[in-house]
């Protein structure tokens, strides 16, 4: 296996560990670390046929990952904008279709690319210091990468209104009584249980569990439209100015 700027991986027991590892930039991601993850899916990940189940989760213990990369965001030229959306689009939708099962094990904050990454897993079991959000509203924008289409489909259109139009943070308590996540454990036995949901998946049959994944998603309303123009949405807002002002003020005030 390769080595990785941004994500550490091993494979153990048939089991794919994968941490998010941009500690400097509390786990930000940009286009290097969505480019990243994209090669581990296609030439570490699809090429093995070893491994059984995926665990996504976080090198670090008080932050999944805070999102976008806001200076980045603030020096992204307007015109691609869509295109970014896209990319991002495209790369979690490899994530969500991989035919093996993934079990997102979420520590610490996760906001914004993270949730949304979080969301196209098949599993979420969260650590009792998880926080989630999507907060781009509160920046001017609309989600960017899928929450729009996916969140509605594990906590419904009531809550998931709630979450995008207030961008209120929660607990993972909260999180639990909603849907949002499978199960809540102490930070201190998160990845002993994610080990323990995946060996109990490992025991059975992979080409059925793969079969049934395929036939649940066909059993969820798939609106393509709404990808596309979750896109366009991000992209004629993004385009106004107001997001780049909003997050450039915001880095003044946090520098200072």
């Not at 932050?63 to 970014?84: A, N, P, Y």
């Not at 495209?90 to 520590?107: G, N, Q, R, S, Y």
């Not at 990845?191 to 049959?205: H, Q």
Request: glycine letters at 6%.
């Amino acid at each position: 296996m390769a080595d990785y700027k941004f994500w550490l991986i091993k494979l153990e027991d048939n089991i794919f560990w994968l941490y998010l590892n941009n500690p400097n930039k509390k786990n930000a991601f940009d286009l290097s670390v969505v480019s990243e993850l994209n090669h581990i899916l296609e030439d570490e990940i699809k090429q093995n046929k070893n491994i059984r189940v995926l665990v996504i989760t976080s090198s670090l213990d008080d932050i999944f990952t805070v999102g976008l990369d806001i200076k980045w965001l603030v020096t992204l030229d307007e015109s691609k904008s869509e295109d970014m959306t896209r990319n991002l689009q495209k790369i979690f939708a490899k994530f969500e279709d991989l035919p093996i099962p993934v079990i997102a094990a979420i520590k610490g904050l996760n906001l914004t690319a993270g949730f949304e990454l979080m969301l196209c897993a098949d599993i979420i079991i969260a650590a009792d210091n998880a926080k989630f959000g999507q907060v781009e509203t509160k920046w001017g924008m609309t989600p960017a990468a899928g929450a729009t289409q996916r969140l509605l489909r594990l906590i419904g259109p009531l809550k998931a209104k709630e979450l995008i139009f207030t961008s209120r943070i929660i607990n993972a308590e909260e999180a639990l009584r909603m849907g949002l996540i499978n199960e809540l454990v102490p930070l201190r036995d998160l990845e002993t249980r994610a080990k323990e949901i995946a060996n109990t998946m490992i025991k059975n049959s992979g080409k059925a569990i793969t079969l049934s994944k395929q036939l649940i998603k066909m059993g969820i309303y798939t609106n393509e439209e709404g990808f596309k123009k979750e896109g366009n949405a991000f992209h004629q807002l993004f385009s106004s100015g107001e997001p780049k002002k909003k997050l450039a003020e915001f880095l003044k005030r946090s520098e200072t």
